[in-house]
T-cell receptor, first 113, second 113 residues
Framework: DADVTQTPRNRITKTGKRIMLECSQT?????MYWYRQDPGLGLRLIYY???????NKGEISDGYSVSRQAQAKFSLSLESAIPNQTALYFC????????????FGQGTRLTVV | GDSVTQMEGPVTLSEEAFLTINCTYT??????LFWYVQYPGEGLQLLLK?????DKGSNKGFEATYRKETTSFHLEKGSVQVSDSAVYFC????????????FGKGTSLLVTP
C-alpha cells in the first residue's frame, strides 16, 4: 500500500458543487500539505498543517478549505467548485524542520464542468 | 518572497546526451534545495537534495551543486536514458510557509532512442 493515499484519483464535478478530496498517510508525519498542479505553473501550495491544531494558508487558499481530522488525515474541500479549479491536486507529508523530504500521493485529477 | 526559476521546456535529447536543467532561486536566509521528478501519471518523488552551500546532491547519475554565490542549483546528468523522460521540478524549502516546498514551474524532458 502507498504511504500517502489520495481519494478519489479522478473526479468530474459540476460548477457550484461542493467536493472533498481526501488524503491519508501511514508515515507518521506531523506535517501535511495540499498543492495544485497546473500545466506551465508547477505546483502551488494551497494549505499546510503542522499538526491537528495548526493549519495555515498557502499561496492560493481562496476558494478552498481544509480539515485535519487526525494526524494521518488531511482533507481539502472546494465549497463551490468553479471551472478554473480544474487541476491535478497533490497531498504531501513530511517530518518537521527544513531540509527534509516531502512524500507525495499519486494525485487527484479534478475536472469542474 | 521565496521563488524558484527553472529553464522552460520541453527539452528533447538523444539517448546518451548530456543533460543540464538550470535552476536559480531567490530566498532569505539559507534554504534547502531539491530536485523532484514526476514520471507520467505519477506523483512527485525526490531525486536529490542539498541543505547547505557547496553541498552536492546526487542520485541515479544525476547531480546538482548548491551554489550560494550564484543562487543556483543546476541539474546535470552525463548520459541520459529513455527512462529519464519525465518532468523535473526544482524546489526550495525555506523559513517561509513553515518550510513547505516552493516549486519552479517544471521542465519536461523527452529522451529519444
Amino acid at each position: 500500500d502507498a504511504d500517502v493515499t489520495q481519494t478519489p484519483r479522478n473526479r468530474i464535478t459540476k460548477t457550484g458543487k461542493r467536493i472533498m478530496l481526501e488524503c491519508s498517510q501511514t508515515k507518521g508525519h506531523d506535517r501535511m500539505y495540499w498543492y495544485r498542479q497546473d500545466p506551465g505553473l508547477g505546483l502551488r501550495l494551497i494549505y499546510y498543517s503542522f499538526d491537528v491544531k495548526d493549519i495555515n494558508k498557502g499561496e492560493i487558499s481562496d476558494g478552498y478549505s481544509v480539515s485535519r481530522q487526525a494526524q494521518a488525515k488531511f482533507s481539502l474541500s472546494l465549497e463551490s467548485a468553479i471551472p478554473n479549479q480544474t487541476a491535478l491536486y497533490f497531498c504531501a507529508t513530511s517530518v518537521a524542520g527544513g531540509g527534509t523530504e516531502a512524500f507525495f500521493g499519486q494525485g487527484t485529477r479534478l475536472t469542474v464542468v | 518572497g521565496d521563488s524558484v526559476t527553472q529553464m522552460e521546456g520541453p527539452v528533447t535529447l538523444s539517448e546518451e546526451a548530456f543533460l543540464t536543467i538550470n535552476c536559480t532561486y531567490t530566498a532569505t536566509g539559507y534554504p534547502s534545495l531539491f530536485w523532484y521528478v514526476q514520471y507520467p501519471g505519477e506523483g512527485l518523488q525526490l531525486l536529490l537534495k542539498a541543505t547547505k552551500a557547496d553541498d552536492k546532491g546526487s542520485n541515479k547519475g544525476f547531480e546538482a551543486t548548491y551554489r550560494k554565490e550564484t543562487t543556483s542549483f543546476h541539474l546535470e546528468k552525463g548520459s541520459v536514458q529513455v527512462s529519464d523522460s519525465a518532468v523535473y521540478f526544482c524546489a526550495l524549502s525555506g523559513t517561509n510557509s513553515g518550510y513547505a516546498l516552493n516549486f519552479g514551474k517544471g521542465t519536461s524532458l523527452l529522451v529519444t532512442p
